[in-house]
């Protein structure tokens, strides 16, 4: 069971917008910085959105993230085919000595 | 731009010691304020952070592995080095390398391309 809660699935139609959501705690995502990732099947992940907001060179102006206390969302519209992959978020987390968290995934179709 | 390559054994037995080390090539393992992670994903499951360093030699560990991993690093030949011991078949996974920052404050931006390892007699 991941310390990050995120939805197994996810599913739109292509131009659409979709919300994947982020649920977590004090310890990591109310008090530090959420980032996602975008894994493509058979890929490493890839660094979509970092610090809950912000785009890192070359990911489309389409993705979006938010952070609003404990949770945190991932925002894609105008939503394509190549769109179709695993999303995850991730934080810091303070309890013990500190340690990255992950969700557990949620798979995105395009339909 | 920063590449990372992981290499190992890709069949290690039950009990023994995983060891899988990650080449650093178009920078160097010293420069800048960046954590050398490694993170790994089992078959069909999700990621999970095992630990990272500095080039100082400074570490995180995730607490449920903490008791089993070593992550180490070498300057002189620009790479660094995990060993997880006492594996078992729970250990099978895709081992990924990547740059990190402090606290995981900007994210994990560079990705090695995952090494599989599989734990069985």
């Known amino acids: 069971q991941s310390v990050l809660t995120q939805p197994p699935s996810a599913s739109g139609t292509p131009g659409q917008r979709v919300t994947i959501s982020c649920s977590g705690s004090?310890?990591?995502?109310?008090?530090?910085?959420v980032h996602w990732y975008q894994q493509l099947p058979g890929t490493a992940p890839k660094l979509l959105i970092y610090?809950?907001?912000q785009r890192p060179s070359g990911v489309p102006d389409r993705f979006s993230g938010s952070k609003s206390g404990t949770s945190a969302s991932l925002a894609i519209s105008g939503l394509q085919s190549e769109d179709e992959a695993d999303y995850y978020c991730?934080?810091?987390?303070?309890?013990?000595?500190?340690?990255?968290?992950f969700g557990g995934g949620t798979k995105l179709t395009v339909l | 731009q920063v590449q990372l390559q992981e290499s190992g054994p890709g069949l290690v037995k039950p009990s023994q010691t995983l060891s899988l080390t990650c080449t650093v090539s178009?920078?160097?393992?010293?420069?800048?304020?960046?954590?050398w992670s490694w993170i790994r994903q089992p078959p069909g499951k999700g990621l999970e952070w095992m630990g990272y360093?500095?080039?100082?030699?400074?570490?995180d560990y995730n607490p449920s592995l903490k008791s089993r991993v070593t992550i180490s690093v070498d300057t002189s030949k620009n790479l660094f080095s995990l060993r997880l011991s006492s594996v078992t078949a729970a250990d099978t996974a895709v081992y990924y390398c990547?740059?990190?920052?402090?606290?995981?404050?900007?994210?994990?931006?560079?990705w090695g391309q995952g090494t599989t390892v599989t734990v069985s007699s």
């Open positions: 610090s809950n907001n």
């Open positions: 178009g920078g160097s393992i010293s420069s800048g304020n960046y954590y």
């Open positions: 991730a934080a810091w987390d303070d309890s013990l000595n500190g340690f990255v968290v």
């Open positions: 004090s310890s990591n995502i109310g008090s530090n910085t």
């Open positions: 360093i500095y080039y100082s030699g400074s570490t």
């Open positions: 990547a740059r990190d920052s402090l606290k995981g404050y900007y994210g994990v931006d560079v």
